[in-house]
């Protein structure tokens, strides 16, 4: 597989204790590189686009919710297989059912605030990627 490009968020819970520098030498880890990063703060309007495929579950109006309480840190990552691989090292959405060695294992509080968001696609990627970056951002 050649090189690819996948989205990634460090989420509020990751700027709230300080750990994205601890993140990302996980990610770096892993052979993967981050060729844009931007902290921002994400607006209400931000969030819900972003997760608009998930509006009507439940959790939806307590993930907004999370997702605006503080800082993220929006990444784009670029490696061999990079959306597959940073799903492999983010680990399960439930940090109680994810893999040792993985970010949510090792970092994440909870099912909702699970320090890490990955495209889960290379089509979603590339939508995710432009709603928060151009091209001129990302240096390669
Ligand atoms: P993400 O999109 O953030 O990378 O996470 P994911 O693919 O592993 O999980 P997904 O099913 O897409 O869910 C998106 C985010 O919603 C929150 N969530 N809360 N309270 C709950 O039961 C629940 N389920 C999901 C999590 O923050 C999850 O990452
Ligand atoms: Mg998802």
Redesign the pocket.
């Known amino acids: 597989m050649a090189n690819e490009r996948t989205f990634s968020i460090l989420k509020p819970d990751a700027t709230r204790r300080n750990i994205t520098g601890a993140v990302n030498a996980v990610i770096e880890a892993a052979g993967l590189r981050i060729v844009a990063q931007r902290r921002i703060r994400m607006t209400r309007e931000q969030a819900e686009k972003f997760y608009e495929v998930?509006k009507e579950r439940p959790?939806f109006g307590?993930?907004v919710e999370f997702m605006t309480s503080g800082p993220v840190v929006v990444q784009v990552l670029e490696g061999e297989n990079a959306v597959a691989k940073y799903r492999e090292v983010m680990g399960a959405?439930n940090p109680a059912q994810a893999a040792d060695g993985t970010i949510r294992k090792q970092f994440a509080e909870s099912?909702?605030e699970?320090t890490v968001?990955?495209s889960?696609s290379a089509d979603n990627a590339k939508i995710e990627i432009a709603q928060f970056f151009t091209d001129a951002d990302i240096a390669a």
């Open positions: 998930h959790f307590e993930l959405t099912v909702g699970n968001h990955g889960d």
